[in-house]
């Protein structure tokens, strides 16, 4: 479905080059939750980021169904992009748009024979009565969902989420994992998560990558034992949890 | 002092019809002014945002030669560039002073320069995330405009024309030095040459409160616009 083969990226920088991804090659699997994980300045963001070609490698070659991203003119890197949502660590929300706006406008850029039913949507991210709201009036975990919801509307094959937790409080973060869970359980989609926080992985995914200092450290299967938690649970016995269990 | 008063009122209502005709003159000015402002002003700062460094249209000899361009037409003492203008106004309108429009040339071109800046600072103060966002969906340049820059800027767009158009009425005073007419000319021929101040003074109050009133309107729209 997506591969790296010796993918490499040097980063221009004032102490001279800098080289950010150091020579990956790795393959997911279709309909896959991967995880990449790493230190800030690992490269997590910038791997996640060729394919969808908002950075290219410096070498090396990064496939996504066969199609070799660097080969596409900017017509064709256009369309490609049709095939792929993207989720951010700050929502990346238009202000000036209300939510329902802002999960339409993937569908105002381009054609799709297929998308979702704006109510279908909204009901499945569980925002049914914030339709008319703004982005200033919606809580973080509430923005997150109006992301996943202007993710998905286009009926992607693939979901980038680059922190998709990584601005939210605990229980918040819980729900949004709830959420791409079930995504990946409703949806034929690949998923990719680049994340630091190990229990968002641990939750959520098949497959992790770990990455350190641009290099590759390993590939490991997600262990699914103790990986149950429970949504509903509240702030208050979360602090429990965490604060007297360790 | 009622005296006094009746006699100030007097004079008000013979001179509010040259007064009206010089307000007129203004308006003809200020509306080819905001139009050569939004008509061309807007994509040139438009443009230079765009090919400036990691942008869409990145191009540093159209960037730079604009920047240039719009540097030296602001930098240039307004005066001096009405008379340096005047061969070309002449050639192309006929006449160079003593009418309103040709008045305007030299008005529109500082007009673009003007609102062309603060267009482009208005766009260079979203967040990158926009521009992030409409490349992972693959927005067209077009799109990337319209669809994502001047939706999220338009508050500061509006606020900056307020601004400009401000400039504009300032501008349009100097005109009158050169035979453009307009209240600039009213107030030289009457506060200056002829020491009747009271007139004078009376187009000066008339002039602040338009601006009062443009500035509120401009604020007041761009914040009911604003929802972020």
């Known amino acids: ?22 020579n990956i090659s790795l393959f997911i699997e279709k309909n896959e939750i991967f995880g990449i994980i790493g230190e800030s300045g690992a490269g997590k963001s910038t791997l996640l980021r060729f394919i969808n070609a908002l950075e290219t490698p410096s070498e090396g070659i990064v496939e996504v169904n066969g199609t070799n991203v660097a080969t596409l003119n900017n017509r064709e890197l256009r369309l490609f992009k049709k095939q792929i949502g993207m989720i951010f660590q700050q929502f990346n929300l238009l202000g000036n748009k209300t939510v329902e706006e802002n999960i339409l406008l993937p569908l105002e850029l381009h054609h799709y024979d297929d998308a979702l039913d704006i109510d279908q949507i909204l009901k499945f991210v569980g925002l049914e009565g914030k339709r008319n709201s703004y982005p200033s009036e919606l809580s973080g975990g509430q923005k997150q969902r109006v992301g996943i919801a202007r993710g998905l509307i286009t009926r992607p094959k693939i979901l980038l989420c680059d922190e998709p937790t990584s601005a939210l409080d605990e229980i918040t973060k819980r729900e949004i994992v709830d959420l791409l869970t079930r995504v990946s359980e409703t949806f034929e989609i690949t998923i990719l998560i680049v994340t630091h926080e190990l229990d968002v992985v641990k939750d959520l995914c098949n497959r992790v990558a770990i990455l350190d200092e641009g290099k590759l450290v390993d590939v490991l299967e997600v262990s699914r034992e103790m990986n149950a938690f429970q949504s509903d649970v509240s702030y208050q016995e979360l602090a429990r949890e965490v604060l007297l269990n360790e | 002092m009622s005296d006094a008063l009746q006699t100030y009122f007097q004079r008000v209502i013979d001179y509010a019809p040259s007064m009206i005709e010089s307000m007129g003159e203004t308006g003809i000015m200020m509306i080819f002014s905001t139009l050569a ?168 109050i008339i002039i602040i409160i338009f601006v009062q009133v443009f500035q509120w309107a401009g604020l007041k729209l761009a914040q009911k616009l604003d929802k972020k």
């Open chain 2, 37 to 204: 402002a939004i008509l061309l002003g807007l994509p040139l700062g438009t443009f230079i945002f765009l090919t400036s460094k990691n942008r869409p249209l990145e191009n540093k000899f159209w960037n730079q030669l604009m920047n240039i361009i719009v540097n030296i037409v602001r930098s240039f003492p307004f005066l001096l560039l009405v008379i340096v203008m005047q061969p070309l106004i002449r050639a192309t309108y006929g006449r160079a002073t003593g009418d309103p429009i040709a008045a305007s040339f030299p008005m529109m071109v500082i007009s673009i320069a003007l609102y062309a800046r603060f267009v482009e600072q208005s766009l260079l103060d979203l967040p990158k995330e926009i521009t992030e966002t409409a490349q992972a969906f693959g927005a067209t340049t077009p799109q990337y405009v319209f669809k994502f820059l001047f939706v999220e800027a338009r508050s500061s767009l509006i606020i900056g024309f307020t601004t400009a158009f401000v400039s504009f009425i300032s501008y349009s005073t100097i005109m009158g030095a050169i035979g453009g007419g307009g209240i600039g000319d009213f107030a030289i021929r009457y506060g200056y040459h002829r020491y009747e101040t009271d007139i004078m003074f009376t187009a000066i």
């Open chain 1, 1 to 22: 479905m997506i591969e790296f083969k010796n993918v490499s990226k040097i980063f221009a920088s004032k102490a001279g080059p800098l080289l950010a991804i150091d």
